[in-house]
């Protein structure tokens, strides 16, 4: 990943520069500075991060569909997903009535969320290209946080929306029904990185008493992950952790969350065989068999995995592995990418993993001459190739970040040449 002399500088490890506080799912509103970001040049070095399923998934869609020149094209992508998750679940939903009701979704409305979230982010880049003439296929790369990878697919032309939808829509109510015995937990240290393998170790260990499935649902730093479990499995895991702390960094904590998550990412969906069902009705998934443009850096690999034809392998394993947001957040940086453009309705785990990273850089350099340095190096593209492996970090602080439901109700479509003048 991404000095002269005898003596290089070197980057402090990893673990010093991301000693993240513990992680909240709370939304971060962006300040005003970061939507005053001028889109139509800032399009060619973003990256475009796509949110996945939460507890509370309207944002400001109902302000979108009320707007008099924005409305009817998210009522268009919301209808359309309306009629596949009506097909699917056999049952009348609409969505364009739930959005402009406000009426938020719940676990048992999850076919319906899944539907929404994915048609107002597809809906959102077609105003940002409609309205503004901005091609957001110019970004330079994109990726999403669980359901969220799935619609950068379909934003990047891999595969259309409706059948996107259909695998989820699917499986969706058996997510439901396995969501109603999980638990999610966050496990995180207060210093020193978490030793993952460990971790996936005390797991499997857990699952073998047979009280229980748990397993790692996200890598959200080098200090924290999302773990899911059922039955007992998480108080479990918790005593195993006090039993074995000579093999985990000091001060490591598991914070149960109170609300039911579907167990997306976990060992959990094999006991309804969904990733194997997922991956059969796959086969017959119109679509696929071109790169997604812009380029996909998928949080199943960590990387850029996609290819002309190999979604459908990716995506079958999207289904019960942890999501690598770690990996990808510093891809972001390791690239040298400038802006990071949150697509979906109140973005909030991608936002605010940025934003606890240049706080926590932030800190570190304002006390020390020697990361100062360092971190004014790095704003230099010729010296970033000879800079120790984890110097990509220190540009953390200098990502603007644009949420962009926040920039389209900000701005006035009759005036798109004036993209940066206004902010949220």
Known sequence: ????????????????????????????????????????????????????????????????????VYGP???????????????????????????????ETSLDTYAEAIGMIVAIEQAQL??????????????????GFSLGEISALVAGGV???????????????????LARDTTLGVLFSRG????????????????????GVIGISAILSPNSVLVMGTGSSL???????????????????????????????????????????????????????????PPVCSLVTGTFSYDDHNARQILARWVDHPQRLWDVVYETLARGIDTVVH??????????????????????????????????VIRRPWLQSLLPKRAALLRAPRIQQVNLEDWLLAHDPARPEADGDATA
């Open 1 to 68: 990943m991404p000095g002269s002399g005898s003596s290089k500088p070197v980057a402090p490890p990893a673990r010093q520069l991301v000693s993240f506080r513990r992680p909240s799912t709370t939304c971060h509103a962006l300040p005003p500075a970061a939507q005053a970001v001028k889109l139509s040049e800032a399009i060619f070095n973003a990256a475009l991060a796509f949110r996945g399923y939460n507890v509370t998934n309207l944002g400001r869609s109902p302000e979108l569909l009320e707007h008099p």
């Open 73 to 103: 094209v998210v009522a268009d992508h919301l209808a359309a997903a309306s009629e596949v998750c009506a097909r699917v679940t056999r049952r009348p939903v609409d969505l364009v009535s739930m959005v402009r009701q406000r009426r």
């Open 126 to 143: 077609q105003l940002l290209q409609d309205c503004f003439a901005i091609d957001y296929r110019q970004a330079r790369m994109s990726y």
């Open 159 to 177: 595969i259309d929306m409706g059948e996107a939808l259909r695998v989820p829509l699917t499986m969706a109510e058996d997510c439901v029904e």
């Open 192 to 211: 020193a990185a978490l030793p993952v393998d460990e971790i996936e170790r005390l797991c499997l260990r857990v699952n073998n008493r047979g009280q």
């Open 235 to 293: 108080q479990i895991l918790a005593d195993r952790i006090q039993q074995v702390q000579e093999a985990l960094p000091a001060g490591v904590h598991l914070r149960r969350n109170e609300s039911h998550w579907p167990p997306l990412h976990t060992p959990i969906m094999w006991e309804r065989s969904i990733p194997n069902r997922s991956a059969a009705m796959m086969h017959t998934l119109r679509g696929g068999f071109v790169a997604p443009r």
């Open 343 to 376: 697509v979906g309705p109140q973005p909030n785990i991608i936002p605010a993993t940025f934003h606890r990273l240049a706080v926590d850089v932030e800190s570190q350099t304002r006390h020390s001459v020697s990361m100062r340095a360092l971190s004014a």
